[in-house]
Nanobody
C-alpha cells in the first residue's frame, strides 16, 4: 500500500490542523493505521493509531485529549485532527499502515509495515 500524507503547515499556538493520509489499494479496511512524528534532532514517536475496523483508537500521552484519529474506509483515508497545538507539536508527521488479519490485537507498540512520506507541522509560539 502507498500512503500520501497532507495537511501540514504553519499554525500559531492554540490553533488546529487536520492531517490526512490517502492510501492506495482496495484493501484499506484490512489495515490498522497510525501516525508517528519526528521532531528535529529527536526520535520518531507514536502519536495515534486506529484499528482496521475503526473500533479502537490509541493516543500517545502528549496528544491525548487534543487529537482525534479517524478513518473513512470508503475514501481510503485516515485523518488526524489536532487541536490546541503547542510548539512542541512541531514535527514531521508520518502516516503508517499495518496489515491486520492474523497479526493479533491492535496496540500501541506494534510493528507497522508501510510508512508514508512526512508532512511538516510547525507551531509558532
Amino acid at each position: 500500500v502507498q500512503l500520501q500524507a497532507s495537511g501540514g503547515g504553519w499554525v500559531q499556538t492554540g490553533g488546529s490542523l487536520r492531517l490526512s493520509c490517502a492510501a492506495s489499494g482496495r484493501t484499506f479496511s484490512a489495515y490498522d493505521m497510525g501516525w508517528f512524528r519526528q521532531a528535529p534532532g529527536k526520535e520518531r514517536r507514536f502519536v495515534a493509531g486506529i484499528s482496521a475496523s475503526g473500533g479502537r483508537t490509541l493516543y500517545a500521552d502528549p496528544v491525548k485529549g487534543r487529537s482525534t484519529i479517524s478513518r473513512d474506509n470508503v475514501k481510503n483515508t485516515v485523518y488526524l485532527q489536532m487541536n490546541s497545538l503547542k510548539p512542541e507539536d512541531t514535527a514531521g508527521y508520518y502516516c503508517v499502515a499495518r496489515w491486520a488479519p492474523g497479526r493479533g490485537a491492535f496496540a500501541q507498540f506494534v510493528e507497522y509495515d508501510y510508512w508514508g512520506q512526512g508532512t511538516l507541522v510547525t507551531v509558532s509560539s
